[in-house]
């Protein structure tokens, strides 16, 4: 509808534009709402990563001065054996108490002994030596030789075990039914 002065085309385009500027401030609205909310997920993605890679370090960190206190936990086994041989039972005493001291200080940082019943896990033992073993299956652990250790899923040190191997007459059976 035009009115008498001729003004009716423009009042349109003016309504026009006016609503073209309030979608575009609406759309602009929009869009900063969107990178906000993008940057609040990103900066909690980035505080949950932070968090866990102080946790990591804290781990390794301990990790690292365990393995290095590893060869006195040894010792100290080596200590309470000679010890116990001697027959000195206040001298026996005392260097139990020290071992258990000691050991519970490490356990409260997490280590734990690697558990050595059982079948041989690569991931966790070392074999040293294979013997033939009656009655005990190929893999089985039959003797430790140094205790293996972790901290949460970090390995220490493997533990060195001596495992049963396969015998020999097992083997040429095997052989000779294989060649029939």
């Not at 991931?123 to 205790?147: C, F, M, N, W």
């Not at 220490?156 to 049963?164: D, K, N």
Request: charged share 40%; no cysteine; net charge negative.
């Amino acid at each position: 509808m035009a009115n008498g002065n001729g003004n009716g085309k423009a009042q349109n385009e003016e309504a026009t534009d006016a609503d073209n500027e309030t979608k575009a401030e609406k759309t602009e609205e929009v869009d900063y709402k969107d990178r906000l909310m993008r940057l609040a997920a990103e900066f909690d993605n980035y505080k949950k990563k932070a968090r866990s890679d102080m946790e990591n370090a804290k781990v390794l960190g301990k990790a690292e001065i365990v393995r290095d206190l590893l060869p006195v936990l040894d010792e100290f086994e080596l200590a309470l054996i000679s010890i116990k041989e001697s027959g000195d039972k206040g001298v026996t005493k005392g260097i139990e108490l020290l071992y258990s001291n000691f050991f519970s200080s490490l356990k409260k940082v997490g280590l734990q002994e690697i558990k050595t019943d059982g079948r041989f896990d690569p991931y966790r033992h070392e074999i040293i030596l294979t013997q033939d073993a009656k009655g005990k299956s190929p893999g089985t652990i039959l003797a430790v030789t140094k205790k293996g250790y972790v901290i949460g899923d970090i390995l220490l040190r493997p533990a060195s075990v001596i495992v049963a191997k396969e015998r020999e007459e097992e083997e040429k059976e095997k052989g000779n039914e294989e060649k029939e």
